[in-house]
T-cell receptor, first 111, second 115 residues
């Protein structure tokens, strides 16, 4: 079983749609959680951190459910520029700096 | 700041040749990570350093791979001898400290093709 699992998609949605991605992680001792975005043939970049209380950044909302070991990302009012691969990322316990990346979910927003 | 710098950006080599990938982390960052990304396996952590010391190399696929960080501003990943299955994009990333909550900043990657 992979440590971080995501539905690879692709998710094909029209502009303006709301889309949600989910992710599960296996290590219950995980301490930190993130969503990274990766554009085609580019490097991953931090989109947002995920907190237990849930957090929002503009059109993006991230949620964490520690009991179910589940992370989600909601994108409202999708834009063409949101087309990318979204990587669910988990940081392990301890001060090692090590992150585990999911395989990513591909989003294609169409006009 | 220039960000994480990697060289070369593209490398095409023949099976059996030695390949050296280079990385310059962001100045002041204490941790450096080498990743490999393929369609089949996604992004895999190969090795990471904290304050120039290798902390975990359990992701290094085999003895053909080696990594060094002689100082805080430079690291290399070497493959000797290279094989076609090593073809991938290799990313270097750095972060300010050793706490997992720190953002990792990735370089643009080296696209390696082994013929």
């Amino acid at each position: 079983r992979k440590e971080v699992e995501q539905d690879p998609g692709p998710f094909n949605v029209p502009e303006g749609a709301t889309v949600a991605f989910n992710c599960t992680y296996s290590n219950s001792a995980s301490q930190s959680f993130f969503w990274y975005r990766q554009d085609c043939r580019k490097e991953p970049k931090l989109l947002m951190s995920v907190y237990s209380s849930g957090n929002e950044d503009g059109r993006f909302t991230a949620q964490l459910n520690r009991a179910s070991q589940y992370i989600s990302l909601l994108i409202r009012d999708s834009k063409l520029s949101d087309s990318a691969t979204y990587l669910c990322v988990v940081g392990l316990s301890g001060n090692t700096g090590k992150l585990i990346f999911g395989q990513g979910t591909t989003l294609q927003v169409k006009p | 700041d220039a960000g994480v710098i990697q060289s070369p950006r593209h490398e095409v080599t023949e099976m059996g040749q030695e390949v050296t990938l280079r990385c310059k982390p962001i100045s002041g960052h204490n941790s450096l990570f080498w990743y490999r990304q393929t369609m089949m396996r996604g992004l895999e952590l190969l090795i990471y350093f904290n304050n120039n010391v290798p902390i975990d190399d359990s992701g290094m696929p085999e003895d053909r791979f080696s990594a060094k960080m002689p100082n805080a501003s430079f690291s290399t990943l070497k493959i000797q001898p290279s094989e076609p299955r090593d073809s991938a994009v290799y990313f270097c990333a750095s972060t300010t400290g050793s706490w997992t909550a720190d953002t990792q900043y990735f370089g643009p990657g080296t696209r390696l093709t082994v013929l």
